[in-house]
């Protein structure tokens, strides 16, 4: 039985591109036949492109010259991130051959699957282009297979008005649907429709299948720093932490200049290794919080600048760990650690949820050639 899934492809983030691997594996685990769709629209196909111009200032001549010349140097460098994504996503990821660029592509000549799923990650974010997007809703999957959304995410506490009805229309047609946080429970709620909180794919494979397929050893005691916002808080902890300890600190940011080692450049398998592997963690990304706890890792939360923090905050609140949530230095005491004899038992119960939503609703007619894992 094959099933395909759909959600935000080739965007070179580490998050992104492990939920996507994770969730195709588990259910290829399950006895089933999965693939993503190579779904690449214009706004998601700027990644790495030597010739974009952001800035509408500089589209004129000769200003657009100057601005090309000057991101030149920094452009090339970047595609050595771009290159260990590429060959990662060719070893492990099961990816249709055929690309589609819009919705209307899909619906004319729609991928063949007995079942469809959207998700994970931010695939209804309605700050992006792809949370107004009918492709990440299923819009051009057939009436007649089942569709259902798997850990979705608004990644917002509410949405704009004027994008509800949308989202209403496109949502109610799923035959199942989940999502990824609590605050999306409510947002569908509000809509009259009915979702189940469910953890993202990566909490589907145990932390010994992430170890033994990707983990390397890293012999360094370090602090690891995941920052988007370059935040003056987290640079501050992080220096406390690795002064304290005598840690080194390592980042994948290229923004952070106060690392000892930086690694922006590093495979998602590296990721992985750094997490793994840290005796700290200071992020403000939700994948590394995820990642951290499957590890059992000592991690610090400090919210994006970006309006986006309810993915972290409720997934620190499902397993009690709201006061890993730092908001202020005063907030943050280094001789706090995290009990992971209780965290893990109450995540072994979501993890179990999550699994029962995806066997329930997935078709049954060929569950005897299951393999439980």
């Not at 100057?66 to 990821?93: G, H, N, V």
């Not at 729609?110 to 469809?116: C, E, G």
């Not at 390397?216 to 406390?240: G, Q, R």
Request: with cysteine; charged share 25%; glycine share 2%.
């Amino acid at each position: 039985m094959r099933i395909k899934t759909i959600t935000c492809h080739e965007v070179y983030n580490y998050g992104a591109t492990l939920q996507e691997y994770a969730l195709l594996h588990y259910l290829q685990t399950l006895g089933y036949e999965s693939q993503a769709i190579h779904y690449k629209p214009d706004y998601l196909s700027n990644h790495f492109d030597l010739k974009m111009i952001s800035n509408p200032r500089f589209q004129k001549f000769p200003l657009k010259y100057f601005y090309l010349l000057a991101k030149f140097p920094e452009r090339i460098t970047s595609l050595r991130k771009k290159k260990s994504f590429d060959k990662f996503t060719a070893r492990y990821l099961n990816v249709d051959t055929v690309i589609y660029k819009s919705n209307n592509e899909l619906r004319m000549s729609p991928p063949q699957a007995d079942v469809y799923i959207c998700g994970s990650d931010q695939i209804w974010n309605p700050l992006f282009p792809n949370g107004k997007d009918a492709a990440f809703y299923l819009d051009f999957a057939p009436e007649d297979k089942t569709r259902l959304s798997y850990a979705a995410s608004f990644a917002v506490d509410k949405i704009a008005d004027e994008i509800k009805s949308f989202v209403y229309e496109k949502v109610k047609k799923l035959d199942a649907v989940s999502v990824r946080e609590r605050s999306g429970v409510s947002i569908l709620k509000e809509l009259g429709i009915s979702a189940t909180q469910v953890l993202d794919p990566v909490f589907l494979l145990p932390g010994t299948f992430w170890i033994k397929t990707f983990v390397t050893y890293i012999p360094d005691k370090y602090v690891l720093v995941y920052d988007f916002d370059s935040n003056e808080m987290i640079e501050k902890l992080v220096k406390k932490i690795a002064r304290t300890n005598n840690y080194k600190i390592f980042t994948v940011n290229r923004n952070i200049s106060y690392a000892d080692k930086n690694l922006w450049y590093c495979a998602p398998d590296m990721f992985l290794s750094l997490v793994c592997h840290a005796q700290y963690i200071l992020t403000n990304s939700f994948h590394a919080l995820a990642f951290s706890l499957i590890f059992g890792k000592q991690v610090c939360v400090v919210n994006r600048n970006e309006e986006i923090n309810t993915r972290m905050r409720d997934l620190l609140d499902l397993v009690g760990l709201k006061h890993c949530l730092v908001k202020n230095e005063t907030d943050f005491d280094l001789s706090t650690t995290i009990d992971y004899k209780i965290v893990n038992s109450i995540i072994e119960k979501h993890i179990e949820k999550s699994k029962s939503f995806l066997k329930d609703n997935l078709p049954s007619d060929e569950k005897a050639n299951i393999v439980c894992h």
